[in-house]
C-alpha cells in the first residue's frame, strides 16, 4: 500500500570479493529479531547461521592435517557459530571478532578433550596448541626451528613448561603396541616392551620361606613339598606316610600357621617348644631272631648312604640259615636305586642257600617302585 514503508531487514548479501560482511549480517539480525516474540526469531537466526558457515568453515580449514577429519572440524566450528549466534549482544562489539574467538575455542575444546590417546592436563593441553601456532610462525620469520628460548620469548612461558608441552605432544597420537616393528619381521612394537617382573617382588619371601622350611621336622617338609611341588593330594599324601587324612590335613595347617608366624616375627619362633620330632627320614635297620624265623625292621628313607647298612642286614639275617627271612617294611618311606639294590643282593643271597623271603607290610608308593624292579612284595 501507498504511505507504508517497509520495516523488515533483510541480511546483505556478499560484497563484490565474495566475502560476507558478518559484521553488517549481524547487526542487520539483532534490529530483525527485536521486535518479534522468542518463538518466531528461529528464521532469521537459520539465515545468519547459513550466511557465515562459510567463515566457519575457513576457521576450521586452519586445523586441518592434525590428526582429526576435516569434517569433524567443521561440524565442530559450526556449533561455535551457532553458540556465537545465540549469545550475540551488539552492544558487546563486533560480531566477526566474537564469532571467531567462539569457534575457535570450540575446535581447541575438540582437540582438548576428544583427541588425546593418553591423559594430558588441561592447561598443557592448551600450551602445546600455544607453542604449535609459536612454532610456526617461528619458522617463517627465522627461515629455520625455533629453540626452545625463543619459543619462551615468543609466548611469555618458562622453559620447563615448554619442555614439558614439547614432551607431553607425544601424548596426543601415541604409537600402537601392535604396530609392526618393520621390514620382513612380524615381531610387534609391544614386544620390544620391557614387562615387569611379577616373581622379583616375592624374592625376599621365597628366601625367607626356604631358610624357615629347614627348621622343621623332616615330615613336615616332605608333606609341604609333596603337596605344593609335586601337586600330591592329602589322600596321596596318607597313602604314602601311612596315616589318615585328616592327620595329614592337620599336619599341613600346624606347618603353615608356623612359617606364617615365622615369616612376621623378628626370630622364628620354636617349634613345638623346642622339641623337635625324631627325623623319619634317617634309615632305621634292626635285625631280630623270631623263633626260628629273622625279621628285618626296615625304617626311614633307604638311599646310597642306607643301602650298604641294608645289604649287610640282610646277608647276616641269610647267613644263619633261618627257615624264613622277612623284611618288615611298614616304616620305610622311600627306595633310591641304591635301596633297591641293596635288596636284590639279599634275595639274590636267600636264593643261593635256599632260605625263603619274603617282603612285607611294604607302603603302596614302595610296592611300585619295588614292583617295578622285579621285587614283588607279599600282600598283606
Given at each position: 500500500?501507498f504511505?507504508?514503508?517497509?520495516?523488515t531487514?533483510t541480511?546483505p548479501?556478499?560484497?563484490?570479493?565474495?566475502l560476507?560482511d558478518?559484521?553488517?549480517?549481524?547487526?542487520?539480525?539483532a534490529a530483525?529479531i527485536?521486535?518479534l516474540?522468542?518463538?518466531?526469531?528461529?528464521?532469521?537466526r537459520d539465515?545468519?547461521?547459513?550466511?557465515?558457515?562459510?567463515?566457519?568453515?575457513?576457521?576450521?580449514r586452519r586445523?586441518?592435517g592434525?590428526?582429526?577429519?576435516?569434517?569433524?572440524?567443521?561440524?565442530?566450528a559450526?556449533?561455535?557459530?551457532?553458540?556465537?549466534?545465540?549469545?550475540?549482544d551488539p552492544e558487546?562489539?563486533s560480531?566477526?571478532?566474537?564469532?571467531a574467538i567462539?569457534?575457535?575455542g570450540e575446535i581447541?575444546?575438540?582437540?582438548?578433550?576428544r583427541?588425546?590417546?593418553?591423559?594430558?592436563p588441561?592447561r598443557?593441553?592448551?600450551?602445546?596448541?600455544?607453542?604449535?601456532q609459536?612454532?610456526?610462525a617461528?619458522?617463517?620469520e627465522?627461515?629455520?626451528?625455533?629453540?626452545?628460548a625463543e619459543l619462551?620469548?615468543?609466548?611469555?612461558?618458562?622453559?620447563?613448561?615448554?619442555l614439558?608441552a614439547?614432551?607431553?605432544?607425544?601424548?596426543y597420537?601415541?604409537?600402537?603396541l601392535?604396530?609392526?616393528v618393520g621390514?620382513?619381521?612380524?615381531?610387534?612394537?609391544?614386544?620390544?616392551v620391557g614387562?615387569?617382573?611379577?616373581?622379583?617382588?616375592?624374592?625376599?619371601?621365597?628366601?625367607?620361606?626356604s631358610?624357615?622350611?629347614?627348621?622343621?621336622?623332616?615330615?613336615?617338609?616332605?608333606?609341604?613339598?609333596?603337596?605344593?611341588y609335586?601337586?600330591?593330594?592329602?589322600?596321596?599324601?596318607a597313602?604314602r606316610?601311612?596315616i589318615?587324612q585328616?592327620?595329614?590335613?592337620?599336619?599341613?595347617?600346624?606347618a603353615?600357621?608356623w612359617l606364617?608366624?615365622?615369616m612376621l616375627?623378628?626370630?622364628p619362633?620354636?617349634?613345638q617348644n623346642?622339641?623337635a620330632e625324631p627325623d623319619?627320614g634317617?634309615t632305621r635297620i634292626?635285625?631280630?631272631?623270631n623263633?626260628?624265623?629273622?625279621v628285618v625292621?626296615?625304617?626311614?628313607e633307604?638311599d646310597?648312604?642306607g643301602?650298604d647298612?641294608?645289604?649287610?642286614a640282610?646277608?647276616?639275617?641269610?647267613?644263619?640259615?633261618?627257615s624264613?627271612?622277612?623284611?618288615?617294611l611298614?616304616?620305610?618311606?622311600?627306595?633310591?636305586?641304591?635301596g633297591?639294590a641293596?635288596l636284590m643282593?639279599g634275595?639274590?643271597?636267600a636264593?643261593r642257600?635256599g632260605?625263603?623271603l619274603?617282603l612285607?607290610?611294604?607302603q603302596?608308593?614302595?610296592r611300585r617302585?619295588?614292583t617295578?624292579?622285579?621285587?614283588?612284595?607279599?600282600r598283606?
Amino acid at each position: 500500500m501507498f504511505g507504508q514503508t517497509s520495516t523488515t531487514t533483510t541480511t546483505p548479501p556478499p560484497t563484490d570479493r565474495g566475502l560476507e560482511d558478518l559484521d553488517a549480517a549481524a547487526l542487520a539480525y539483532a534490529a530483525r529479531i527485536a521486535g518479534l516474540p522468542p518463538e518466531r526469531r528461529g528464521e532469521a537466526r537459520d539465515d545468519l547461521v547459513r550466511f557465515a558457515l562459510p567463515f566457519a568453515g575457513r576457521l576450521a580449514r586452519r586445523y586441518r592435517g592434525r590428526g582429526e577429519p576435516l569434517e569433524d572440524l567443521e561440524q565442530v566450528a559450526r556449533l561455535g557459530l551457532v553458540n556465537a549466534v545465540d549469545r550475540y549482544d551488539p552492544e558487546r562489539g563486533s560480531f566477526t571478532a566474537y564469532a571467531a574467538i567462539t569457534i575457535v575455542g570450540e575446535i581447541k575444546r575438540h582437540f582438548r578433550d576428544r583427541t588425546w590417546g593418553v591423559h594430558v592436563p588441561r592447561r598443557l593441553r592448551d600450551l602445546i596448541l600455544e607453542v604449535g601456532q609459536a612454532t610456526a610462525a617461528l619458522t617463517s620469520e627465522l627461515s629455520r626451528a625455533p629453540s626452545v628460548a625463543e619459543l619462551s620469548a615468543r609466548l611469555e612461558t618458562p622453559e620447563e613448561e615448554i619442555l614439558a608441552a614439547l614432551e607431553s605432544a607425544a601424548g596426543y597420537s601415541p604409537a600402537s603396541l601392535n604396530a609392526p616393528v618393520g621390514g620382513e619381521s612380524s615381531a610387534e612394537f609391544g614386544d620390544l616392551v620391557g614387562e615387569s617382573d611379577n616373581a622379583l617382588e616375592s624374592v625376599d619371601d621365597r628366601v625367607t620361606v626356604s631358610g624357615l622350611l629347614h627348621r622343621l621336622p623332616w615330615r613336615e617338609r616332605r608333606i609341604l613339598a609333596m603337596r605344593f611341588y609335586g601337586n600330591q593330594t592329602q589322600a596321596e599324601i596318607a597313602a604314602r606316610f601311612g596315616i589318615s587324612q585328616m592327620h595329614v590335613s592337620r599336619l599341613l595347617s600346624r606347618a603353615l600357621t608356623w612359617l606364617r608366624q615365622a615369616m612376621l616375627a623378628d626370630a622364628p619362633p620354636p617349634w613345638q617348644n623346642g622339641a623337635a620330632e625324631p627325623d623319619p627320614g634317617k634309615t632305621r635297620i634292626s635285625v631280630k631272631q623270631n623263633g626260628d624265623r629273622v625279621v628285618v625292621e626296615v625304617g626311614g628313607e633307604i638311599d646310597r648312604d642306607g643301602a650298604d647298612q641294608l645289604r649287610r642286614a640282610m646277608l647276616e639275617a641269610v647267613t644263619g640259615q633261618p627257615s624264613e627271612v622277612v623284611v618288615d617294611l611298614v616304616g620305610a618311606g622311600g627306595f633310591d636305586a641304591g635301596g633297591i639294590a641293596a635288596l636284590m643282593a639279599g634275595r639274590d643271597a636267600a636264593e643261593r642257600t635256599g632260605v625263603p623271603l619274603r617282603l612285607t607290610r611294604v607302603q603302596p608308593a614302595v610296592r611300585r617302585s619295588l614292583t617295578a624292579a622285579g621285587l614283588a612284595p607279599a600282600r598283606d
